[in-house]
């Protein structure tokens, strides 16, 4: 099969895909791949420069592997080589704005797989009696931020496995620099390369008919004669398709221009018509009288925005910030000249990808935003442009500085609360591409405020030892905060808890400064692990007054000389400080079968050295009458308001919950294979609960996430 089928199928009469409107070789290939036709490879890579048509080819041939697609396609008159079988659709993960890692969990919960670890899924799909087909397309729109080469990561920790798995028959459109290393990695036979820009695949018919198309759907232009006229529609489409190159792009771009500003333009001189994005942009704004250096300049701060678009508020201020001078007249003028390169973009209120927040909105408000609905953000057309500008300018990393700076001072008074939702989620990537990220990480209110999946892999992307000590907390607690889904006020509490565990109080102190209700103030935090046993109690009154003599009243002021709060921990024989576990008559128990215990202060830190014999538990009465309950999953605690039987907390942990305890004042200790953490239960206002997803099978995988879970 080669482009020399393209012919064949014209001299046969048959009708071309109405959506692709071509491509017959390349259709014959993949159909011949979809009924597993022998001696068509298990895999195809299909790549191409950006604007060969990739996306549009791959969506109209899932056209015709969907039921429902398939009835609305004239299948009867199309070359019968090129259509697909009958069979049941086949998955298609969309890796936009995603990880590698929600990727493969999309595709566990696609097939659901029982699979606990995101390693194991290929070895479930292997072990299905069905083989399974898989079609991801678009891997370069991978990915949350731009600048951490997401598409990179997807091939080679999840493409490369699902290629090598037997059982799985895959087609992936990847960027030309990724295709042959992931065609590489498989035996020979076993992967072809269908590269789109390839003379074996191309087809100079079917951009002609594209063309052709394109210029007959011109509804409110003048009736020229290369639009009314078939005989001269038909010749510009030939000397457009012939100076493109290829490139679908480019010349839609062309016909858009055209559109635009039809006065003027000769079809019979060449140079009038684009043979590459750049040349596209240029031409139009000298159509249009303008310099084509200011409709690059106008639109660079659209090619690099991150998430689905810049809004329009701070389109002026960021391109104010590259071009280094005022170029709001530009703007202002100038629509005409950028309305060709532009999509507007209608997202709900606060459009944050952290789930628009009341935050977000506040922030949309303040930056003049709208919050009453949708408001509208600004992005390119394709990311062929946004790429052609990028490799323009003299200095890119100098303009995403300039970028990050602008967007920073937009910021009202630093408060993040009060952000635009865009500045708030996708600072850190403007950050990441101009090397300033590090520098960034220092603040415990951005942390909490913003969108934890974007923050994540920004910060994922900068080597570990670049980064400081509250960066490394962050993306420990990463998985949490993305698992969790959970609103800003839930992130701020579980940031609160890693930083007092990593020896970090200031940075929790601070969290405590802003405007959160936060469900706990966290005590104390010590790196203990074996613990397998906690228990909130008190030592007999007659060792309070010497123990408060000696370490001061508590922190919040509470009064001990009553009795001196203390946390017993069950640990293994041979802790240091620890003394073996009394029996119920007072004897310690000498064999040490049942462990060791060792005293803790419960409101402050500190080990205590007394006779846990002398150790006192709450009454059960005393805890029937207690504020506040809990209930414990084996890596989940939600504390519940008693007479409300309302969820007051929910505490979620990267490592198996080993014991848990809570004083009848609120006080709850909790011992993880991390350590043993001491929080006060707040007397606030109950806070929105994160969902907690289902409990996995198979044994717990306590390790720190490579990625982002999404509701894993």
């Given at each position: 099969m080669s482009a020399s089928d393209e012919g064949f199928a014209a001299a046969a009469g048959y009708a071309p895909h109405p959506y692709i409107g071509g491509r017959t070789a390349v259709l014959r290939a993949l159909a011949a791949w979809r009924m597993r036709w022998p001696g068509a490879p298990r895999v195809i890579v299909l790549t191409g420069s950006p604007g060969s048509g990739r996306s549009r080819l791959l969506t109209g041939f899932l056209m015709m592997?969907?039921?429902?697609?398939?009835?609305?396609?004239?299948?009867?008159?199309?070359?019968?080589?090129?259509?697909?079988?009958?069979?049941?659709?086949?998955?298609?993960?969309?890796?936009?704005?995603?990880?590698?890692?929600?990727?493969?969990?999309?595709?566990?919960?696609?097939?659901?797989?029982?699979?606990?670890?995101?390693?194991?899924?290929?070895?479930?799909?292997?072990?299905?009696?069905?083989?399974?087909?898989?079609?991801?397309?678009?891997?370069?729109r991978a990915g949350p931020v731009r600048a951490a080469d997401e598409p990179a990561r997807l091939v080679r920790e999840v493409l490369m496995p699902l290629a090598a798995t037997d059982g799985v028959q895959l087609l992936a459109d990847v960027p030309r620099a990724l295709a042959a290393e992931l065609a590489g990695a498989l035996p020979s036979g076993q992967a072809r390369i269908i590269d789109l820009d390839d003379p074996e695949w191309a087809d100079p018919d079917g951009l002609v008919r594209h063309a052709e198309t394109a210029l007959s759907l011109g509804a409110g232009v003048p009736e020229l004669p290369f639009v009314t006229d078939p005989a001269a529609r038909r010749a510009l489409a030939e000397a457009m398709a012939q100076r493109a190159g290829g490139s679908r792009l480019t010349l839609q771009l062309a016909v858009q221009s055209l559109f635009m500003r039809p006065e003027g333009f000769d079809p019979a001189d060449p140079s009038m018509l684009p043979g590459s994005v750049g040349e596209a942009l240029d031409l139009h704004a000298r159509r249009l009288g303008a310099d084509p250096q200011t409709l690059r300049l106008m639109l660079a701060p659209l090619a690099f925005a991150e998430g689905e678009g810049l809004p329009v508020q701070l389109w002026g201020p960021l391109a104010d910030a590259v071009a280094g001078r005022d170029m709001s007249r530009d703007l202002a003028d100038g629509m005409l000249l950028a309305a060709p390169f532009l999509e507007p973009v209608a997202t709900a209120e606060g459009d944050g990808a952290s789930g628009g927040e009341p935050d977000g909105a506040k922030g949309a408000e303040e930056a003049g935003g709208a919050v009453d609905g949708a408001r509208t953000l600004l992005r390119l057309t394709h990311p062929g442009i946004a790429e052609e500008i990028r490799a323009g300018l003299p200095d890119a990393r100098d303009a995403q500085t300039r970028i990050a700076m602008a967007l920073l001072e937009a910021v009202p008074q630093q408060d993040w609360s009060r952000a635009d939702p865009y500045i708030r989620d996708h600072l850190a990537a403007h950050t990441l591409d101009a090397g300033l990220l590090p520098q960034l990480l220092t603040d415990p209110a951005l942390f909490a405020h913003a969108d934890p999946v974007a923050?994540?892999?920004?910060?994922?992307?900068?080597?570990?030892?670049?980064?400081?000590?509250?960066?490394?907390?962050?993306?420990?607690?990463?998985?949490?905060?993305?698992?969790?889904?959970?609103?800003?006020?839930?992130?701020?509490?579980?940031?609160?808890?890693?930083?007092?565990?990593?020896?970090?109080?200031?940075?929790?102190?601070?969290?405590?400064?802003?405007?959160?209700?936060?469900?706990?103030?966290?005590?104390?935090?010590?790196?203990?692990?074996?613990?397998?046993?906690?228990?909130?109690?008190?030592?007999?009154?007659?060792?309070?007054?010497?123990?408060?003599?000696?370490?001061?009243?508590?922190?919040?002021?509470?009064?001990?000389?009553?009795?001196?709060?203390?946390?017993?921990?069950?640990?293994?024989?041979?802790?240091?400080?620890?003394?073996?576990?009394?029996?119920?008559?007072?004897?310690?128990?000498?064999?040490?079968?049942?462990?060791?215990?060792?005293?803790?202060e419960l409101l402050r830190p500190g080990y205590v050295d007394a006779d846990p014999a002398r150790l006192r538990r709450p009454s059960e009465a005393a805890r029937a009458a207690a504020p506040f309950g809990f209930s414990r999953g084996a890596d989940y605690l939600r504390i519940?308001?008693?007479?409300?039987?309302?969820?007051?907390?929910?505490?979620?942990?990267?490592?198996?919950?080993?014991?848990?305890?809570?004083?009848?004042?609120?006080?709850?200790?909790?011992?993880?294979?991390?350590?043993?953490?001491?929080?006060?239960?707040?007397?606030?206002?109950?806070?929105?609960?994160?969902?907690?997803?289902?409990?996995?099978?198979?044994?717990?995988?306590?390790?720190?996430s490579d990625g982002l879970e999404g509701d894993h």
């Amino acid at each position: 099969m080669s482009a020399s089928d393209e012919g064949f199928a014209a001299a046969a009469g048959y009708a071309p895909h109405p959506y692709i409107g071509g491509r017959t070789a390349v259709l014959r290939a993949l159909a011949a791949w979809r009924m597993r036709w022998p001696g068509a490879p298990r895999v195809i890579v299909l790549t191409g420069s950006p604007g060969s048509g990739r996306s549009r080819l791959l969506t109209g041939f899932l056209m015709m592997c969907d039921p429902e697609g398939r009835r609305q396609l004239p299948l009867d008159h199309m070359d019968p080589a090129t259509v697909p079988p009958d069979l049941p659709a086949p998955a298609v993960p969309d890796p936009q704005g995603r990880t590698a890692a929600q990727l493969l969990w999309l595709l566990a919960d696609h097939f659901q797989l029982k699979a606990a670890r995101g390693e194991d899924i290929c070895t479930e799909l292997a072990a299905r009696e069905e083989p399974v087909t898989i079609v991801v397309p678009d891997v370069d729109r991978a990915g949350p931020v731009r600048a951490a080469d997401e598409p990179a990561r997807l091939v080679r920790e999840v493409l490369m496995p699902l290629a090598a798995t037997d059982g799985v028959q895959l087609l992936a459109d990847v960027p030309r620099a990724l295709a042959a290393e992931l065609a590489g990695a498989l035996p020979s036979g076993q992967a072809r390369i269908i590269d789109l820009d390839d003379p074996e695949w191309a087809d100079p018919d079917g951009l002609v008919r594209h063309a052709e198309t394109a210029l007959s759907l011109g509804a409110g232009v003048p009736e020229l004669p290369f639009v009314t006229d078939p005989a001269a529609r038909r010749a510009l489409a030939e000397a457009m398709a012939q100076r493109a190159g290829g490139s679908r792009l480019t010349l839609q771009l062309a016909v858009q221009s055209l559109f635009m500003r039809p006065e003027g333009f000769d079809p019979a001189d060449p140079s009038m018509l684009p043979g590459s994005v750049g040349e596209a942009l240029d031409l139009h704004a000298r159509r249009l009288g303008a310099d084509p250096q200011t409709l690059r300049l106008m639109l660079a701060p659209l090619a690099f925005a991150e998430g689905e678009g810049l809004p329009v508020q701070l389109w002026g201020p960021l391109a104010d910030a590259v071009a280094g001078r005022d170029m709001s007249r530009d703007l202002a003028d100038g629509m005409l000249l950028a309305a060709p390169f532009l999509e507007p973009v209608a997202t709900a209120e606060g459009d944050g990808a952290s789930g628009g927040e009341p935050d977000g909105a506040k922030g949309a408000e303040e930056a003049g935003g709208a919050v009453d609905g949708a408001r509208t953000l600004l992005r390119l057309t394709h990311p062929g442009i946004a790429e052609e500008i990028r490799a323009g300018l003299p200095d890119a990393r100098d303009a995403q500085t300039r970028i990050a700076m602008a967007l920073l001072e937009a910021v009202p008074q630093q408060d993040w609360s009060r952000a635009d939702p865009y500045i708030r989620d996708h600072l850190a990537a403007h950050t990441l591409d101009a090397g300033l990220l590090p520098q960034l990480l220092t603040d415990p209110a951005l942390f909490a405020h913003a969108d934890p999946v974007a923050m994540r892999a920004a910060i994922e992307a900068v080597p570990l030892e670049r980064l400081g000590a509250p960066a490394r907390t962050y993306l420990r607690t990463a998985p949490l905060l993305t698992r969790s889904r959970a609103p800003a006020a839930v992130r701020a509490a579980f940031l609160e808890s890693a930083f007092v565990e990593d020896g970090l109080d200031p940075y929790a102190q601070a969290l405590h400064g802003l405007d959160f209700a936060l469900p706990w103030r966290t005590l104390w935090s010590v790196p203990l692990t074996g613990v397998r046993e906690v228990t909130a109690g008190t030592l007999p009154p007659e060792d309070a007054e010497a123990a408060e003599t000696t370490a001061g009243p508590a922190p919040d002021g509470t009064n001990t000389a009553a009795s001196h709060p203390v946390a017993a921990l069950l640990v293994p024989r041979g802790t240091p400080g620890s003394h073996p576990v009394p029996d119920p008559d007072g004897a310690a128990d000498e064999d040490g079968a049942a462990g060791a215990l060792l005293v803790h202060e419960l409101l402050r830190p500190g080990y205590v050295d007394a006779d846990p014999a002398r150790l006192r538990r709450p009454s059960e009465a005393a805890r029937a009458a207690a504020p506040f309950g809990f209930s414990r999953g084996a890596d989940y605690l939600r504390i519940w308001a008693r007479a409300s039987r309302e969820v007051v907390a929910t505490l979620l942990s990267d490592t198996p919950i080993t014991g848990a305890d809570l004083s009848p004042d609120g006080v709850l200790v909790v011992a993880t294979g991390r350590g043993v953490t001491a929080r006060r239960i707040l007397a606030a206002p109950p806070v929105a609960a994160p969902t907690v997803p289902a409990q996995r099978t198979g044994s717990p995988d306590s390790a720190s996430s490579d990625g982002l879970e999404g509701d894993h």
